[in-house]
């Protein structure tokens, strides 16, 4: 009986060194992850490559410049973004199963021969298209200089109605002119000598046949607080 155990015990122990041999014989995968910047900016390097050449496989960087890869000890792996140089990074052989660095990639700076691209032959030439170029809304430009010239948008002015503002004071005017006149004799205007004299010395001066006084008024700027009628009158008055 105890020649058995001994041989089951030794059978046991031989069982555990070879397991423990092909634990220290197996290949375990190493979980590497890390964050691409600028090495200027510090600023993170969002879709920077990161690949394994010789499995044929690889990653890119998410919007912060983080990336996370699977890869074995002793893999070389290379980061690549456009405009800048690119790293090389080897994995130890005694690491642990959870791997980070952090990558900080150089501008690619490269100075590019000037090249000059001319449509024309001479610069002669050149100079006089652009003189003579036309742009292509200059009839549109010209009718809009036309119509809204200082001249039209007097008339326009002139022969409008009154807008809404002037149009309610001019009603309150009238409303507090018949609050005031309550009660008061209204003159006929027919019947003033003055108003008289002044229509028969207009008359011999030939005033009622000029005809150009709509002209003057025409040219002026009315406010919006000015009648149409008021705006004749200054105009004859000038």
Do not use: C
């Not at 155990?5 to 190493?30: H, M, N, P, V, W």
């Not at 690549?80 to 791997?99: M, V």
């Not at 003033?192 to 008024?217: E, Q, Y």
Request: hydrophobic share 40%.
């Amino acid at each position: 009986m105890k020649a058995f155990l001994r041989i089951l015990l030794l059978f046991i122990a031989i069982l555990s060194q070879t397991d423990s041999l092909f634990a220290q014989g197996e290949i375990k995968y190493i979980t590497f992850s890390g964050v691409v910047l600028d090495a200027k900016t510090k600023e993170p390097l969002p879709g920077a490559y990161v690949t394994i050449p010789q499995a044929g496989r690889g990653t890119l960087t998410n919007a912060r410049g983080y990336f996370i890869i699977n890869v074995f000890p002793s893999d070389t792996l290379v980061f690549s973004f456009i405009g800048f140089k690119k790293q090389y990074h080897i994995i130890p052989r005694k690491t642990e199963l959870d791997y980070s660095v952090i990558v900080e990639m150089r501008e690619d700076a490269k100075m590019l021969k000037e090249v000059k691209v001319y449509p024309f032959s001479t610069e002669d030439e050149f100079k006089q298209a652009l003189v003579d170029m036309q742009l292509p809304d200059e009839k549109e430009r010209r009718i809009l200089e036309q119509t809204f010239s200082k001249e039209n948008v007097a008339i326009m002015a002139a022969f409008h109605g009154m807008s809404a503002d002037a149009n309610f004071r001019y009603a309150m005017n009238q409303q507090n002119n018949a609050l005031q006149n309550r009660g008061m004799v209204t003159t006929n205007p027919l019947l003033n000598p003055f108003s008289w004299i002044n229509f028969i010395r207009s008359a011999r001066n030939g005033d009622l046949k000029k005809d150009d006084s709509w002209k003057a008024a025409a040219k002026q700027q009315p406010k919006e607080t000015v009648t149409r009628d008021e705006l004749y009158r200054r105009g004859k008055s000038n």
